[in-house]
């Protein structure tokens, strides 16, 4: 399978504890977004890469979310101190144009 | 106001039918703009993408966008019931990277 991978796919956490998630993108994908999506809501837009660099985000992860894309591969997303609130499907998409983007499986998140 | 707005549905059409699908956008500047199909459980997937008002037809899926109205549409002809999914209205803005997605309609094709 070629597409979009995420890792874990399922986390459940204590309330306070830090959560690491990881996206593999589409190989030559220079593109990857990161979005949280919650039942019966779109995907929000929390940060976007462009190769290594982060060109944009979500005032989200000026706080407890980080997210980072060494050497422009993979990626991870870094929740601190997590939150009930944060409890959510964190989807990943990659895009070679732009364009299309390319989603992966998800990782759902339940905080306690 | 939401950035980007839809009818949470759910819209129900018999099957062959036309379903029309709207939404309306708060971004004057916005450039770009998707639909997206999100069946139960799954991620989403981009169905159709527009820049240029007027009409872009794929198979049986027409997209519509109506930039002096903010409006975008989404008509999907003889619908199936494998149809039946969220569609997600979504638009990018100026920058070309942040993209924002409406709640969701949701759409069931009764065969």
């Known amino acids: 399978d070629t597409g979009v991978s995420q890792d874990p796919r399922h986390k459940i956490t204590k309330r306070g504890q830090n959560v690491t998630f990881r996206c593999d993108p589409i190989?030559?994908?220079?593109?990857l977004y990161w979005y949280r999506q919650t039942l019966g809501q779109g995907p929000e837009f929390l940060t976007y890469?462009?190769?290594?660099?982060?060109?944009?985000k979500s005032r989200l992860l000026s706080d407890r979310f980080s997210a980072e894309r060494p050497k422009g591969s993979f990626s991870t997303l870094e929740i601190q101190r997590t939150e009930q609130g944060d409890s959510a499907m964190y989807l990943c998409?990659?895009?070679?144009?732009?364009?299309?983007?390319?989603f992966g499986p998800g990782t759902r998140l339940t905080v306690l | 106001q939401k950035e980007v707005e839809q009818n949470s549905g759910p819209l129900s059409v018999p099957e062959g039918a036309i379903a029309s699908l709207n939404c309306t956008y708060s971004d004057r500047g916005s450039q770009s703009f998707f639909w997206y199909r999100q069946y139960s459980g799954k991620s989403p997937e981009l169905i159709m993408f527009?820049?240029?008002?007027g009409d872009k037809e794929d198979g049986r899926f027409t997209a519509q966008l109506n930039k002096a109205s903010q409006y975008v549409s989404l008509l999907i002809r003889d619908s199936q019931p494998s149809d039946s999914a969220t569609y997600l209205c979504a638009v990018m803005g100026t920058g070309g990277f942040k993209t924002i997605f409406g709640a969701g309609t949701r759409l069931f094709v009764k065969a």
């Open positions: 527009i820049y240029s008002n």
């Open positions: 998409a990659s895009s070679r144009t732009g364009i299309e983007q390319f």
């Open positions: 190989s030559e994908h220079n593109r």
């Open positions: 890469f462009q190769n290594e660099a982060q060109l944009e």
